[in-house]
């Protein structure tokens, strides 16, 4: 699919994060006895990473539970940006829900920056720290008076906001919302950092355990992968997608989105802050040091998790518009995320359900997570040791107003049951000529199936059907998965899972080379 307009090698560059590819990445032991602790913790990403080593200095035991290994899941494909601007969200929240919570969220971001930056100093944290200016700009004339009205409500919110009639990039644009005193780093740096300091005295971290089910009770019981328990008084589900529903219906209020990010070397210096523009298509900005000078990390393209199959060409149009606004000397990383956004813009932050006092979640932060998953380790840890907590209101998963929330909320479950029906009756192509790199959807005895014939010619073929509610996969080009339309699932072209809320592996079908039912533990 490369575009002939296109003067830079997209696909040369590094397809893993840089933040990964940067970092010495440490491993924790698999669980492999039961253990008790008093909170367990489902998920060592930046929820869960933080969460613990808050608990922990609490006087808490604690255990982080990680299916795959820590921080390398949506933590580890950021953009890293520690802001409390986040789009043009305040006007919107004292629409909504009023000043008081709406100055609640605001509150709680600005400490999370507080909170990261003091950690950093405290614990001399070497992980690329540094106070930014965050931007939101625009090139559009309808958007103005939008950014104007945005910076009216942040500041009535006492943030500090201010309107900026240019910014210094190497293009006009129509106006811009300017947040003093923002930061960005280096996010597993960081963590790596906090993580080293939670095992130990009765807590734990284990990798490569997944955690498939939790008897609920006064004691509640974590049922793993390999057979082993995790007791605990209190769990939270720090999971992404809640891998654990517990009735709360969170398939229903959450959608999964995927967006693409660059790592491009320019010849210019880039000015000092972090951009993003208000109007789609959206791009995102923001320098990171690379060796001894820098590069830029070039975001943007959301998409629904599943809703597409040539997912290459998002690369090639941040490719394009890097190279429309900078000399850009080489394209060296790319890669994708995805992440989690409510029915109403909000994360979900607090008791699982009104009927689980000892069951918490942190989910749907939408692409803000540096900064809400920090406040949402801050509101567990008080809810846990003290009952309660000064930003709890706002994100309080009960808050959702169905009629408030309708049609929103019925768009997302019409087009959820769409991917379902549509999935189960489409028709496929029956034959396997298929080349090298490359994948089908084909029909086999009883259904559908995934077929990718890798580059040694060897051919994997996979039953499509979600392990997690039954939805149909679709390819995804770019990073050779298959993924779920429906709720953000993702599995390689072996049919591994590789990202929630589902846990099990796809079927392998008699096709492929490894006969062997990969669900199987």
Not at 123 to 140: E, L
Not at 404 to 411: D, E, I, K, Q, W
Request: hydrophobic share 35%.
């Amino acid at each position: 699919m490369a575009n002939t307009t296109l003067d830079l090698d997209v696909y040369s560059s590094t397809q893993e994060p840089y933040w990964l590819a940067s970092t010495k990445k440490p491993e924790y032991p698999t669980l492999e006895k039961d253990i008790s602790v008093d909170v367990a913790i489902v998920g060592g990403g930046m929820v869960g990473i933080t969460s613990a080593y808050i608990l922990k200095n609490k006087g808490l035991k604690v255990a982080i539970i990680e299916g795959h290994r820590i921080a390398q899941g949506t933590t580890g494909h950021t953009t890293a940006k520690i802001t409390s601007q986040h789009g043009l969200i305040y006007d919107k929240l004292i629409t909504k829900f009023g000043e008081e919570k709406a100055k609640q969220y605001a509150n709680a971001n600005e400490a999370a920056i507080d909170f990261i930056a003091n950690l950093v100093q405290e614990k001399n944290i070497d992980c690329d720290f540094s106070r930014r200016p965050a931007y939101v700009y625009t090139q559009r004339d309808e958007y103005v008076k939008k950014l104007e009205k945005e910076v009216e409500a942040a500041s009535k919110l006492g943030l500090k906001a201010s309107y900026e009639a240019t910014v210094p990039l190497p293009f006009q644009v129509k106006g811009a919302i300017k947040f003093a005193d923002q930061a960005q780093f280096h996010p597993l740096k960081y963590l790596y950092k906090l993580a080293k300091e939670i095992p130990g005295d009765g807590s734990y971290i284990f990798e490569l355990s997944k955690v498939l089910d939790i008897e609920e009770g006064e004691t509640c019981k974590l049922l793993t992968s390999h057979g082993h328990k995790v007791t605990a008084s209190q769990v939270i589900i720090a999971s992404h997608f809640p891998f654990y529903d517990g009735f709360g219906m969170y398939f229903t209020k959450i959608h999964v989105e995927k967006s693409y990010v660059l790592g491009v070397k320019i010849r210019d210096k880039f000015p000092e802050g972090m951009f993003i523009t208000a109007e789609e298509p959206g791009r995102s900005l923001r320098s990171q040091r690379y060796k001894d000078s820098e590069i830029i990390l070039v975001g943007g393209e959301h998409h629904k998790t599943g809703s597409e199959i040539q997912t290459n060409i998002h690369y090639e149009n941040l490719a394009k518009f890097a190279q429309e606004s900078f000399d850009v000397q080489e394209i060296l990383y790319r890669w994708s995320t995805q992440d989690c956004t409510t029915v109403d813009g909000l994360p979900y932050i607090g008791h699982l359900t009104s009927k689980t006092p000892n069951l918490f979640v942190a989910t749907g932060f939408a692409k803000w997570g540096m900064t809400n998953s920090t406040v949402a380790a801050n509101i567990l840890a008080d809810l846990i040791t003290q009952g309660e907590s000064p930003f709890a209101p706002v994100y309080d998963p009960a808050r959702i107003n169905i009629m408030a929330a309708g049609p929103t909320l019925v768009s997302q479950n019409l087009d959820v049951a769409v991917k379902f029906v549509s999935g189960k009756i489409s028709s496929a192509p029956q034959n396997l000529d298929i080349k090298r790199g490359e994948a089908q959807v084909i029909k086999v005895e009883g259904g559908k199936a995934g077929a990718y014939r890798d580059e040694n010619d060897e051919l994997f073929v996979v039953d499509i059907t979600c392990t997690h509610l039954g939805c149909e996969l679709v390819w995804n080009e770019a990073e050779k998965t298959w993924d779920c339309p429906c709720h953000g699932s993702r599995f390689n072209y072996k049919g591994e899972n590789i990202e929630g809320p589902a846990f099990l592996n796809l079927k392998q079908i008699d096709e492929g080379p490894n006969k062997k039912d990969p669900n199987v533990f």
